[in-house]
């Protein structure tokens, strides 16, 4: 009779992963935001319906259309229903990476947990509040351990019916995980070396079962990559690298040779330090540590008792190698896009790539570790990362704030705009959101009832589109930006003070102390006088921005 101890085991792991991510991106839920390119995608939403997802997003990612097909019509604008989405997906996807590597082993249960819990709360990534734009990543991470969960259960049904019906699943999502985004192409090396450790009745899989078992999945990786190089027409990511080696292999290959460990060594070491950097703190440093230590000391006191035939050594071997296997193939995306790799946003998306590699390994070192100093490093990487994590959910959120101040003074000071107005803007501004997102909630705010494809309004960050799209800083110059059109006639620029109050620029009037050189040009061509229109309805923000911050010391100028 098999013991009831390793379901409670199994079961006190998940609890612990749910309770982890609860903790690190609770507040996403609480207190929601829609964050970076998020609002772009729900405008599209919100003006075309699901079709709206092929200008948004659907250039760069063809086959991302099921998971929104799915969420958005449960979800729609609500911004505390996707960032609730977002997190359960991320809790999800940490579950399904738990069970997958504890299948390997039932007595790998300590190091996979570890492993799972790494990735749930990885710090190289800091872009969690960005819940409509990962759900896709999510979903997609999510479909491709299920798969090879389904394989590995495949392998030890002795039914053949039910074998063939687990495996046609687990090819389905297999597909759905990798057509959706690449991000993840790196979980599909684990295929081979899991089926090559699985054991069914205490035995090894004989290796040609093991190829069997793993050459449809293969055949799937083989099409992906042949549809993803040569057939499909996305226009980014590109395969750069392929055509650096057709002009001159031998400096293709040696950029990429210097640039690998650079991000391996970025992803899998550096990335970890971030919770131990106390310069981004928005909150008290004693508030950090005792957050962080009791949340370590809840994650070392809570890890399921190690198993009495546990072997260490087989344990650290195969994580290490999984892990490194995972980075390898995992940067593979980003070397032949040559995409770059940081740490900082918002490049660090980027990480994702990797996030599995990076868990994995750090849990291989770990045990290696004698066992109580291993428990005691996890548990205090694990619980420092969701401090971090719900650090950055601080920041989020003020920014959040902001963003609905600025809406609201701006409605409050512009009641309308005359269409075809183009606001000019610098950093600082409001982080967090791009000047493609603050134009979606513009033309959400001024034109919402348009349905069609020309915009009406646009916002430009003047020091990106300064030369591209907007010509010149002079009168008269046409503006064309995406579906945008307009004139540099008709522009109004605008700067927010220290104090969060929004200043409406003006030829020869006052501007604040920090104002970018490029907005002092600017100045030169707004024209509120022009622009500004006074209605007897005047604009309203999108619902769900958030209007309690607004300073009411702050006067329209």
Not at 11 to 19: D, E, K, P, Q, W
Not at 201 to 215: C, I, K, M, T, Y
Not at 396 to 408: D, H, K, N, P, T
């Amino acid at each position: 009779m098999t013991s009831p101890e390793p379901k409670i085991a199994h079961r006190r792991c998940l609890l612990l992963l749910i309770g982890m991510g609860l903790a690190a991106y609770g507040l996403l839920i609480i207190r929601p935001g829609i964050f970076g390119d998020d609002a772009q995608l729900l405008y599209a939403f919100h003006r075309f319906g699901l079709a709206g997802y092929g200008t948004a997003l659907g250039y760069s990612r063809p086959c991302g259309l099921w998971v929104y097909g799915l969420l958005y019509p449960l979800l729609g604008d609500h911004p505390g229903l996707w960032q609730l989405a977002a997190v359960l997906l991320r809790i999800l996807s940490a579950c399904l990476f738990f069970d997958l590597l504890r299948r390997a082993r039932e007595s790998w249960r300590l190091p996979a947990l570890w492993a799972a819990g790494l990735c749930l709360l990885y710090p190289g990534f800091s872009q969690q509040a960005h819940a409509l734009q990962f759900s896709l990543h999510w979903c997609a991470l999510s479909a491709g351990l299920a798969s090879q969960i389904l394989m590995l259960r495949a392998a030890d049904t002795a039914g053949k019916q039910k074998s063939r019906l687990l495996s046609l699943a687990a090819l389905l999502l297999a597909g759905l995980g990798i057509f959706s985004t690449e991000y993840f192409f790196g979980l599909e090396a684990l295929r081979p070396l899991l089926l090559a450790v699985h054991q069914r009745d205490g035995h090894r899989l004989p290796p040609r079962e093991s190829l069997q078992r793993w050459l449809p999945y293969g055949s799937i990786l083989l099409i992906f990559l042949i549809w993803r190089l040569f057939v499909s027409e996305i226009p980014y990511p590109q395969p750069l690298l392929l055509d650096a080696l057709v002009r001159d292999s031998a400096v293709a290959l040696a950029g990429l040779l210097a640039r690998a460990p650079q991000d391996l060594w970025k992803a899998g070491a550096l990335a970890w330090a971030n919770v131990f950097n106390i310069h981004n703190l928005n909150m008290p440093l004693w508030q950090y540590l005792a957050i962080g230590a009791a949340l370590a000391a809840a994650m070392f006191f809570a890890c399921p008792a190690e198993a009495a035939d546990g072997n260490t050594n087989s344990q650290s071997a195969f994580f290490l190698c999984a892990g490194l296997l995972a980075l390898l193939a995992g940067a593979l995306p980003l070397w032949v896009s040559s995409t770059p790799l940081e740490l900082s946003f918002p490049e660090n998306r980027a990480t994702l790539c990797l996030l599995a590699g990076a868990g994995l390994l750090a849990a291989g070192f770990f045990r290696l570790l004698p066992a109580w100093l291993g428990r005691l490093a996890a548990g205090l990487l694990i619980g420092f990362s969701a401090v971090f994590q719900f650090n950055i959910a601080r920041d989020y959120q003020q920014a959040w704030q902001e963003l609905g101040s600025f809406f609201g003074q701006l409605t409050r000071c512009a009641p309308a705009l005359e269409p075809g107005t183009a606001v000019l803007y610098e950093e600082p501004f409001i982080s967090s959101y791009p000047a493609n997102a603050l134009a979606a909630l513009l033309n959400w705010t001024y034109d919402p009832q348009n349905r069609g494809e020309i915009l009406s309004y646009d916002m430009l960050r003047v020091s990106e589109r300064l030369g591209e799209g907007l010509p010149a800083l002079e009168l008269g110059l046409p503006i064309r930006h995406g579906s945008f059109s307009g004139s540099t006639s008709q522009v109004l620029a605008v700067a927010l003070d220290e104090q969060g109050c929004l200043r409406i620029l003006r030829p020869g009037g006052e501007y604040p102390a920090h104002i970018h050189p490029f907005l002092r040009q600017a100045m030169r061509i707004s024209n509120p006088g022009s622009v500004i229109k006074n209605t007897a309805q005047p604009a309203s923000p999108p619902a769900f921005l958030n209007f309690s911050s607004i300073n009411d010391n702050c006067v329209c100028f």
